[in-house]
T-cell receptor, first 115, second 112 residues
Framework: DGGITQSPKYLFRKEGQNVTLSCEQN?????MYWYRQDPGQGLRLIYY???????QKGDIAEGYSVSREKKESFPLTVTSAQKNPTAFYLC??????????????FGEGSRLTVL | KQEVTQIPAALSVPEGENLVLNCSFT??????LQWFRQDPGKGLTSLLL???SQREQTSGRLNASLDKSSGRSTLYIAASQPGDSATYLC???WGGGNKLTFGTGTQLKVEL
């Protein structure tokens, strides 16, 4: 089945550790996105990529890093510099390559908890 | 500042009722607007996408309308069922941008 796969579903991290969240899609979409969701707040954009080997910062990129070496994959690293990393992280993709987004499709999310 | 607001934050209705969820946005120069559904602890499922040039979109028991001049969109759910219980999120893409701005959602509970 076509879709977006995020792993792991749940992740616990000690303070000071970097962690990497995986996002893989088989929809042949060019654009991929990472959002963060906190209780009582709307989703906020961390990073997005419109094409392989290119990505842009979203609204809350500080403390995060990404790579886009393959069309299918857009991993997110939460670094120790991120002051409040406990959140629900959502990966999404869309057909659009430049300009505006088309319809967005989301993965099932990864819940990160810092101990 | 471009913002998206959804009121109320929570809504409870009896099964079978027709209902309307509201979404308002501050800048009428939108590119598209998308409605999503989110079940607890899950990702978002796309329900309807309305392009700027469209007035409404329909899918099954769902109908989404768009009024750019008033900065509003509504999601109409006909004959609600307990399985419709979820959080409904509205998101707007403004012209020239490549990102969506989300509202905080309306948590809907349909009771037997």
């Amino acid at each position: 089945d076509g879709g977006i796969t995020q792993s792991p579903k749940y992740l616990f991290r000690k303070e000071g550790q970097n962690v990497t969240l995986s996002c893989e899609q088989n929809l042949n979409h060019d654009a991929m996105y990472w959002y963060r969701q906190d209780p009582g707040q709307g989703l906020r954009l961390i990073y997005y990529s419109q094409i392989v080997n290119d990505f842009q910062k979203g609204d809350i990129a500080e403390g995060y890093s990404v790579s886009r070496e393959k069309k299918e994959s857009f991993p997110l690293t939460v670094t120790s510099a991120q002051k409040n990393p406990t959140a629900f992280y959502l990966c999404a993709s869309s057909v659009g390559t430049s300009g505006n987004t088309g319809e967005l499709f989301f993965g099932e999310g990864s819940r990160l908890t810092v101990l | 500042k471009q913002e998206v607001t959804q009121i109320p934050a929570a809504l409870s209705v009896p099964e079978g009722e027709n209902l309307v969820l509201n979404c308002s946005f501050t800048d009428s120069a939108i590119y598209n607007l998308q409605w999503f559904r989110q079940d607890p602890g899950k990702g978002l499922t796309s329900l309807l996408l309305i392009q700027s040039s469209q007035r409404e979109q329909t899918s099954g028991r769902l109908n989404a309308s768009l009024d750019k001049s008033s900065g509003r969109s509504t999601l109409y759910i006909a004959a609600s069922q307990p399985g419709d219980s979820a959080t409904y999120l509205c998101a707007v893409s403004w012209g020239g941008g490549n990102k969506l701005t989300f509202g905080t959602g309306t948590q809907l509970k349909v009771e037997l």
